[in-house]
């Protein structure tokens, strides 16, 4: 982990014990196959209550490093961190991240936007087309992010195809003839909220990372909100900022 923490710092105590423990897996001293101490002796070991020492199992069961088997113990089942890199350049970039993930649908239906927790855009009592879901990474149970994602009512008609892991953007494209023009994108601190904890495995209001991203048409319309909430120790965000030298 060449020092750098995967959580955030100021972090909880159940988060230090995991932090401990990933070093210990990474290097090798708990191996592949092997089962973590038992609760109590993590208990003595970091002088901490069973329920600190479950939270960060569950913590690394998240990460996708183990795997809690009742009545056998914490089985070690990766050496590394299972989480997603996204390296965001251009719009088409984004088709790395559904090649690299998988998307299960929860639910569709259509919603005012009054009664959503996202700030979309024209009038409170316009409807917008939804669907709500969860990401996986390929080959693994490890969950990376809920979803949900809204779209103006013209377009509904592609949710029907959202179970094909495609981008419903991409979808909107090829089947109404619309060009997107820009994608604006922002990321802040968020407390996980209920609807998303239960399927993200991690306690409401964990802080997470929230993403929002407005696909915007040539005409200038916002025709697709999308708004993501990521476990921080499960997903990184790159980008390469070139400085630009005035020579006026």
Same mark, same amino acid.
Request: charged share 25%.
């Given at each position: 982990?060449?020092?750098?923490?995967? !959580?955030?710092? &100021?972090r909880?105590?159940?988060?230090?014990?995991?932090?401990s423990?990933?070093?210990?897996?990474?290097?090798g001293?708990?191996?592949?196959?092997d089962l973590?101490?038992?609760?109590?002796?993590?208990?003595?070991?970091?002088?901490?209550?069973?329920?600190?020492?479950?939270?960060?199992?569950?913590?690394?069961?998240?990460?996708?490093?183990?795997?809690?088997?009742?009545g056998?113990?914490?089985?070690?089942?990766?050496?590394?961190?299972? $989480?997603?890199?996204?390296?965001?350049?251009?719009?088409?970039?984004?088709?790395?991240?559904?090649?690299?993930?998988?998307?299960?649908v929860?639910?569709?239906?259509?919603?005012?936007?009054?009664?959503?927790?996202?700030?979309?855009?024209?009038?409170k009592?316009?409807p917008?087309?939804? !669907?709500?879901?969860?990401r996986?990474?390929t080959?693994?149970?490890?969950?990376?992010?809920?979803?949900?994602? !809204?779209v103006l009512?013209k377009?509904?008609?592609? *949710?029907?195809?959202?179970?094909?892991?495609?981008?419903?953007?991409? *979808?909107?494209?090829?089947?109404?003839?619309?060009?997107?023009?820009? *994608?604006?994108?922002?990321?802040?601190?968020?407390?996980?909220? &209920?609807?998303?904890?239960?399927?993200?495995?991690?306690?409401?209001g964990?802080?997470?990372?929230?993403?929002l991203?407005?696909?915007? $048409?040539?005409?200038?319309?916002v025709?697709?909100?999308?708004?993501s909430?990521?476990?921080?120790?499960?997903y990184?965000? &790159?980008?390469? *900022?070139?400085?630009?030298?005035?020579?006026?």
């Amino acid at each position: 982990m060449a020092g750098v923490s995967v !959580f955030e710092t &100021k972090r909880p105590l159940y988060q230090v014990i995991a932090e401990s423990l990933i070093e210990k897996i990474e290097k090798g001293d708990v191996a592949v196959g092997d089962l973590l101490p038992s609760e109590a002796q993590l208990c003595t070991e970091y002088g901490v209550s069973r329920h600190t020492v479950r939270e960060a199992i569950r913590a690394l069961a998240g990460l996708g490093l183990v795997d809690a088997q009742p009545g056998i113990g914490t089985k070690v089942i990766s050496q590394r961190v299972g $989480s997603y890199v996204q390296t965001l350049k251009e719009i088409s970039d984004l088709t790395d991240y559904v090649s690299e993930t998988k998307r299960r649908v929860l639910l569709t239906e259509t919603r005012l936007a009054q009664d959503v927790n996202v700030a979309l855009p024209g009038a409170k009592d316009a409807p917008w087309k939804m !669907f709500e879901a969860v990401r996986y990474l390929t080959n693994t149970d490890v969950v990376i992010a809920w979803t949900q994602v !809204f779209v103006l009512p013209k377009y509904g008609d592609v *949710l029907e195809h959202v179970t094909d892991n495609i981008l419903v953007y991409s *979808l909107i494209e090829k089947e109404h003839g619309i060009r997107t023009e820009k *994608l604006r994108q922002s990321i802040t601190a968020v407390a996980t909220p &209920k609807n998303a904890a239960v399927h993200l495995g991690i306690e409401v209001g964990t802080p997470a990372l929230g993403i929002l991203r407005e696909y915007i $048409s040539a005409d200038n319309q916002v025709y697709e909100v999308s708004w993501s909430i990521h476990p921080p120790e499960r997903y990184q965000h &790159k980008m390469e *900022l070139v400085l630009s030298l005035n020579t006026n």
